[in-house]
């Protein structure tokens, strides 16, 4: 490959991302990817494209991967060769099992050097399994027709680059039309629910109404606001209407409540899932039906759905208040119709409590595809980047810490107004309403899944230049009320003694 052919390349590159209506890009800066770096901090400075610079590679994949999530476009993510590129992987994975269209660019070495000690040189393709991969730029356009994440890997030999005028000429491709499905009829004689997982189908919260169907929405199913969504769907999941059930549409990826999961297990009662084997969470027997879309004739019988609201209401208002409970509450309403994403571990669980239904809220966003904690503080950030209204992130104190070099953002990097709410009781409070959190394991509980910390989050972010303000629960709405500049934190701490006796109080209400 000689010099002229890798400025060719980086061209040919951006025209085919710009083609692909990109209209964000990550760079992780190295020596193997020069060319991309220039050519795209070229599309940059021509109002082309925007690009984001970090240098945690790790960090640069789930920001871009916040960035499409949220706006639905391709996203690309530059790297280097070598470790760099296995930096990625937590935001492949994330993108494989959520369908995000993030796009991992990573610059290789020749292949001749593949089994050599050559420097920074390893087996590229094939590193992410499961993720499409191409390897010219000629068949990328394909590879992210087919939707989810793909993986472009390109070679480069020396010398790298060279002092070009970088002109982008007319596309080259353009985006396939999006096609329309088929429904699948669902039968309205069934006395059925519709579980809503993580991005949901929104299209299902109209034939629920038609049909007189109660929706379980979890926060980032986008179906909470639904006219026939109940409250604390999980704990009413958990008594004897579920027993009852004949009949349950699913959609989206519902991993919040074992009892919501206990009953997509079931393999006596007809499951529709509109999506695909990767979003069920659950093994699919023969009397799971995989589909695209569903439509309803007629109404159900309008006694199941007034149970459904009637004891989702009473079981809401009889849930005792709790410092995390009331934490989510505010945040949630402090969101407003603005943008919300949500923490996995206990934060989007208590939301899952306590979010109002069947009233407008915020758009709820969430890594839901692995459910890990790493990453969220800066797809958190690439969401807020994507939205000119208020945005908001509700995370644990270990969720932060683990993502806290999304705060190294350099000075010229594009910055959005972020609140990031973090609910501090120093440890993984989860653990204790799990089984790891009964008494016969808390010898051992504290270092192996408490894991407090001690960390100072207010130096943490005084070393980056972020805003810092730690408020009592009581002071938070108010804290909230004011819109930040950039991004700020917002920290309140609480105890994780009650979080066991909590969870014993929310089974508890099964039966309200």
Not at 100 to 118: E, H, K, Q
Not at 434 to 453: I, K, S
Request: aromatic content about 4%; overall charge negative.
């Amino acid at each position: 490959m000689t010099q002229q052919q890798s400025v060719d390349i980086a061209r040919q590159l951006v025209m085919a991302l710009l083609a692909q209506d990109v209209a964000d890009a990550v760079l992780s800066p190295g020596s193997r990817s020069g060319p991309l770096a220039l050519a795209l901090h070229a599309a940059d400075e021509q109002g082309l494209l925007r690009l984001h610079v970090r240098v945690d590679e790790r960090e640069a994949g789930f920001l871009a991967l916040g960035l499409a999530k949220a706006s639905g476009r391709v996203v690309p993510v530059v790297t280097t060769s070598g470790t760099a590129v296995a930096n990625l992987h937590p935001a492949m994975l994330e993108a494989l099992h959520s369908q995000v269209p993030l796009l991992a660019i990573t610059a290789d070495r020749p292949a001749r050097l593949r089994g050599t000690g050559a420097n920074q040189t390893t087996v590229q393709p094939g590193i992410f399994p499961g993720v499409e991969f191409a390897d010219r730029v000629s068949a990328m356009a394909g590879a992210v027709r087919l939707g989810g994440p793909v993986h472009l890997n390109l070679e480069f030999d020396e010398p790298l680059i060279e002092p070009v005028r970088w002109d982008f000429p007319q596309k080259a491709w353009t985006m396939t039309p999006q096609q329309t499905h088929l429904s699948h009829e669902v039968s309205t004689k069934l006395r059925t629910i519709v579980i809503a997982g993580d991005d949901a189908d929104p299209t299902i919260a109209g034939v629920a109404r038609a049909a007189g169907w109660p929706i379980i929405a979890e926060p980032s199913s986008g179906l909470r606001a639904a006219a026939t969504a109940i409250a604390c769907g999980q704990i009413v999941a958990d008594g004897p209407l579920a027993d009852r059930i004949e009949q349950i549409v699913c959609t989206g990826h519902p991993t919040l409540s074992r009892p919501v999961l206990k009953l997509l297990s079931r393999t006596d009662i007809e499951i529709i899932h509109v999506g695909t084997p990767g979003t069920f969470p659950a093994a699919a027997g023969a009397n799971v039906q995989f589909v695209s879309a569903v439509r309803a004739s007629g109404r159900g019988d309008d006694t199941w759905l007034r149970s459904w609201l009637e004891i989702g209401d009473r079981t809401a208002a009889a849930l005792q208040p709790a410092e995390p409970l009331e934490v989510a509450r505010t945040v949630w309403e402090a969101a407003a119709t603005g943008l919300l994403f949500v923490g996995s571990s206990n934060s989007i669980r208590d939301l899952n409590l306590v979010a109002p239904v069947r009233e407008a809220g915020p758009r709820v966003l969430a890594n839901r595809g692995l459910a890990g904690i790493d990453g969220t503080v800066s797809s958190a950030v690439g969401a807020a980047l994507t939205t000119w209204g208020r945005s908001f992130a509700l995370l644990g104190d270990l969720t932060f810490l683990h993502g806290a070099n999304a705060l190294l953002i350099g000075p010229a990097e594009p910055r959005p107004d972020l609140t990031i709410v973090v609910l501090n009781d120093d440890g993984g409070g989860i653990f204790h309403t799990l089984e790891q959190g009964a008494p016969e394991y808390g010898h051992a509980f504290e270092r192996v899944f408490g894991t407090p910390t001690g960390t100072s989050i207010k130096s943490l972010c005084e070393a980056h230049g972020v805003l810092h303000r730690e408020v009592e629960v009581t002071e938070l709405a108010q804290a909230l009320e004011k819109s930040p500049s950039q991004i700020e934190v917002v920290e309140v701490k609480v105890s994780r003694a009650g979080r066991r006796s909590l969870q014993s109080v929310v089974s508890g209400l099964g039966g309200v």
